[in-house]
Structure formats: C-alpha cells, structure tokens
C-alpha cells in the first residue's frame, strides 16, 4: 500500500501565506507525478498544480504567480507555496502520488483564507 499525508494547512488571512507538504510512504515503486488539487464547498475538485519527476510543473490559471510546486525525491515529498492567498483560495487540498499502478491520495488539509 501506499501512504500519502498531507500537512500545512490552516486559517490565513488575505495576502498571507502558506506552504502544504506532502509526503508519500510504502510501496511507492517509482513516482512519476505528483500534485495537489483542491475542493471548495460546492464546486468540483481542481486541479491546482503538478509536477513530474524530472520537475517539470503546470498550474491552474488562477494560481500561476501565486503559487509554487516544488518536489523532494530522495524524501518522496511534494510541496506547495502559497502566496497572495485569496478568500477564493479557500479549499480542501488534496495531494497525489502516481506511479505505474495508478495514483494516491491523501485525506486533504483545510486552507481558509479569511480576515
């Protein structure tokens, strides 16, 4: 099996940050991508960013500039830095682990981004 936790996240207000981990465990084999998405209550799950093993990264138009992806692979851990948060950002934040036989999640971390 595979574990993956995710940790970081929290109540900041508008223009604050936040930096999500996550790290995978068990029978990893070899990870290919990895990435976040996030649910806000009401609205489907989106994909906010990803990034392959040899680092190569996307993001969602409405992150690019605000946030960074950024993976450890000696550590299988993915990172996400979050700046210029926004009320909009406010989400349930979910990070995958894919290898060969398919991807892992973890239970999500709450981000609400408040004054």
């Known amino acids: 099996q595979v574990q993956v936790v995710e940790s970081g996240g929290g109540l900041v207000q508008p223009g604050g940050s936040l930096r999500l981990s996550c790290a995978a465990s068990g029978s990893i084999f070899s990870i290919n991508a990895m990435g976040w998405y996030r649910q806000a209550p009401g609205k489907e799950r989106e994909l906010v960013a990803t990034i392959t093993t040899y680092h190569g990264t996307s993001y969602a138009d409405s992150v690019k500039g605000r946030f960074t992806i950024s993976r450890d692979n000696a550590k299988n851990t993915v990172y996400l830095q979050m700046n210029s948060l926004k009320p909009e950002d406010t989400a349930v934040y979910y990070c995958?682990?894919?290898?060969?036989?398919?991807?892992?999640w973890g239970q999500g971390t709450q981000v609400t981004v408040s004054s």
């Open positions: 995958y682990v894919q290898n060969l036989l398919g991807n892992y």
